[in-house]
């Protein structure tokens, strides 16, 4: 009697049938919409049927999809399971091999509750293993080709993994069954939503905004040129350090990476410590500033911006920062200022994950070869400016596992939306780059290394060399950074000449600097002791719970410890320079 009620309740009802036949017709509705409203205007419409054909494809009478949806979908799964575990015993593999507990795509229970699924996800893992050993120890490549190598059958296995697709994820199918399919209409609308916006989503929708949310510390625009805006933020306390900080990020991003929501906020905790800081905001490329080069971002950028906040003040020197690429230009402008013997200007320097070696800067130099030269000049042609964009697409493909595939099943495949982050908003807001010099800084910097070589760089015609830099300098690394390799970062100091501190942060690129000590996330390490390589420091090193921002604070006071009262030119629009605007500004909305 229960075998006859099982197999009664299989077979779907009328309903049933009408409902999936529904759900495959408007995901084909929805394609032929997309693709027709990218034909050009007054087209006619076309004889032959679009590229992609039927989606999904018309299934014949009596098949699994016209009876039991069901019925496809684990007969899909068992397919792949019956496949892969073929694969695994041709090469000898062993499915029961070590496990990554930690492996977020097979967290949830599904994939060891089902055979089925464990032995997808068993196979997989094994095969993973197999193939990244077999590229690493592949004999006969250098090193070049070798992490070439790796790069690309790490990516290649992320993208095959069966938490990818649909008919081998069993989250993916328990959805489908309880949604009757809705999920895949809905991922479907979205993933069409980000090929007309070009980009991947990654955070909710409309729930940040820069000047509402993000970027709040209050301030003033109090300078403006073609290529940057100058913000001074409104001092908090009755006294302020007699050295003024001015701040420059990385121009392939936005500012407010070191302002999100006031809690993570790098400026706002900077300026209730007392420090009188001043915020340089790079204009978003356009046809303006396309012919933009490094002699325009050392002597109209940040020397601009060191000189302008002198003047203000009424000082001899500012501290710096330099975060990213714009620590590399700092690298050139402090050498430039060395072979101008105007050194003084700057009382210290601080390079967060900062590149001014390139011979070990990890996998972005992966990005650096003919074919993505040629790329970048035919995209750029005709208006001279790099979309932010395909930057982004580039960062988001040195950690495809977890920012392009678990979008992807996330949006696409669970039709869901993606949870509301601020960072994520932040690595979204895209900024473009003036085409000619982020070229020069690609063949120059990351494949040329010509700033670790005496002369290898010219700002303004000098030669400048980072080896005669002797201003007192801090640099930060990452330790899991994949974008700035703390072995990299750590070369700094085998160049500059003057007192240095370095201290290795936990986490990565942004996590690793965006670290509140409120937050108590994370750790430093510290080594007061010399040390000849980052093998030597990690090796001597003092571990420390939470940020490394109160050890930068204290380092940067030990610099000169003088503070003044926080008010006349100290005041945003007190001094000879009058305000614009409100901070943020308006070069860090432009799109």
């Known amino acids: 009697m229960a075998d006859d009620t099982d197999t009664a309740s299989a077979i779907p009802t009328l309903e049933d049938w009408q409902h999936w036949t529904w759900v495959m017709g408007r995901a084909q509705q929805m394609l032929m919409e997309t693709w027709a409203d990218g034909l050009p205007k007054d ?32 007969a899909g799964a068992e397919a792949w399971a019956k496949g892969l575990e073929t694969w695994g015993k041709m090469i000898g593999l062993d499915p029961e091999a070590k496990e990554n507990a930690k492996d977020r795509r097979f967290a949830a229970p599904e994939w060891q509750e089902s055979p089925v699924f464990d032995t997808i996800r068993k196979t997989y893992l094994a095969l993973s293993d197999k193939l ?48 009757r399919g809705e999920n895949l209409l809905k991922g479907l609308a979205n993933m069409l939503d980000d090929i007309a916006a070009g980009q991947l989503t990654q955070t909710k929708q409309g729930v940040f905004e820069v000047g509402r949310n993000l970027a709040t510390t209050p301030g003033k625009v109090i300078k ?28 392939i991003n936005r500012f407010y990476i070191l302002d999100l929501t006031p809690e993570k906020s790098f400026v706002k905790w900077c ?24 002699d325009d971002y050392v002597l109209n950028g940040q020397i601009d911006a060191i000189d302008t ?4 003040l009424g000082v001899e020197s500012v501290h710096t920062i330099g975060y990213c690429v714009a620590g590399t230009t700092l690298a050139a402008t402090l050498a430039y200022l060395t072979a101008h013997k105007q050194q003084s200007k700057v009382k ?29 000049d035919e995209i750029t042609r005709d208006s001279g400016y790099l979309d932010g964009r395909y930057m982004a697409a580039t960062f ?16 696409y495949l669970m039709g869901d939306e993606p949870a509301p982050f601020d960072l994520l908003h932040w690595n ?20 040329g290394n010509k700033l670790a070589e005496k002369g290898g760089i010219k700002v303004a015609g000098t030669a400048v060399d980072i080896d005669t830099v002797k201003t007192p300098t801090y640099v930060q690394a990452g330790r899991e950074d994949h974008i700035s390799p703390p072995e990299s970062v750590w070369k700094i100091m085998g160049h500059f000449t003057g007192p240095k501190r370095f201290v290795l942060a936990g986490s990565g690129h942004i996590a690793g600097v965006v670290n509140p000590p409120a937050a108590e996330k994370y750790q430093h390490w510290t080594n007061d002791e010399p040390a000849d390589t980052l093998e030597t420091f990690i090796a001597g090193a003092e571990e420390h719970k939470g940020s490394w921002w109160p050890d930068w604070l204290a380092w940067l006071k030990s610099q000169d410890p003088a503070t003044v009262p926080a008010k006349g030119a100290r005041v945003p629009g007190k001094g000879k320079l009058k305000p614009i605007e409100d901070a943020p500004g308006r070069y860090v909305k432009a799109r």
Do not use: C
């Not at 992490?147 to 489908?176: E, I």
């Not at 403006?224 to 121009?251: C, K, M, N, S």
């Not at 300026?271 to 490329?285: E, H, N, P, R, Y």
């Not at 900024?431 to 070229?439: E, G, I, K, Q, Y």
């Open 428 to 447: 979204s807001d895209t900024t473009n780059l003036p085409a000619s010099w982020h070229r020069d800084y690609i063949e120059s910097f990351y494949k």
């Open 224 to 251: 403006e040129t073609p290529l940057y805006q100058l913000i001074q933020y409104t001092p908090t306390t009755d006294e302020v350090l007699g050295t003024p900080l001015v701040i420059f990020p990385p121009w």
């Open 132 to 179: 990244l050993g077999t590229a690493e120890e592949l004999d006969g490549l250098d090193d070049e080709s070798r992490h070439r190598l790796m790069f690309a059958v790490r990516s290649f296995v992320d993208a095959m993994s069966p938490s990818n697709f649909a008919l081998t994820n069993p989250q993916v199918l328990k959805r489908t069954m309880e949604t």
């Open 348 to 376: 210290s320097a601080t390079f967060l994950t900062a590149q001014v070696d390139f011979s070990s800067a990890g996998d972005l130099k992966l990005f650096t070869g003919a074919d993505t030269a040629a790329l970048l």
């Open 43 to 74: 087209a006619g419409w076309p004889a032959a049927a679009p590229p992609w054909g039927a989606f999904p494809p018309a299934f014949p009478a009596g098949s699994p999809m016209t009876t039991d949806p069901a019925a496809l979908f684990s």
């Open 309 to 312: 906040v002198r003047d203000l």
């Open 271 to 294: 300026v209730d410590q007392g420090i009188s800081l001043f915020m340089v905001s790079w204009k978003s490329a356009d046809e303006s500033i396309a012919d933009a080069t490094l």
């Open 396 to 411: 988001n493909l040195l950690r495809g596992r977890d920012l392009i595939w678990s979008y992807v099943v996330n949006n």
